[in-house]
């Protein structure tokens, strides 16, 4: 069982970029899926982005394609998230999530593992 510990958020302006870096241990993602995902005050929690650990596929979310980048370095057994051109409307707590079948969607429930959330505040 792995735990999954998130860092990297902050505070920083509209049009400025942030990197999330969500990390195991006790464990390695080897077959795992992983996923970022964001809940903002008053609103569900929302897929961001997600990779399958061992292979090529990569998910985004419309709404940050283009913008932010998931990607993964097999030796830190980190997966990453670079978040680019900013807007408020980013501004959330941010989760790293892990599926231990391989599962990449945007249901949150389908994720077995989370971490304890990192906050990103995009000012304007």
């Known amino acids: 069982q792995v735990q999954l510990v998130e860092s990297g958020g902050g505070l920083v302006q509209t049009g400025g970029s942030l990197r999330l870096s969500c990390t195991a241990s006790?464990?390695?993602?080897?077959?795992?899926?992983v996923a970022w995902f964001r809940q903002a005050p008053g609103k569900e929690r929302e897929f961001v982005a997600s990779?399958?650990?061992?292979?090529?596929?990569?998910n985004y979310a419309g709404h940050v394609k283009g913008r932010f980048t998931i990607s993964r370095d097999r030796a830190k057994n980190t997966v990453t998230l670079q978040m680019n051109v900013l807007q408020p409307e980013d501004t959330a707590v941010y989760y790293c999530?892990?599926?231990?079948?391989?599962?990449?969607?945007?249901?949150?429930?389908?994720?077995?593992?989370w971490g304890q959330g990192t906050q990103v505040t995009v000012s304007s």
């Open positions: 990779l399958i650990w061992s292979g090529n596929t990569i």
């Open positions: 006790g464990g390695t993602f080897s077959t795992y899926s």
């Open positions: 999530a892990a599926d231990q079948q391989g599962y990449y969607g945007v249901i949150a429930r389908n994720y077995d593992y």
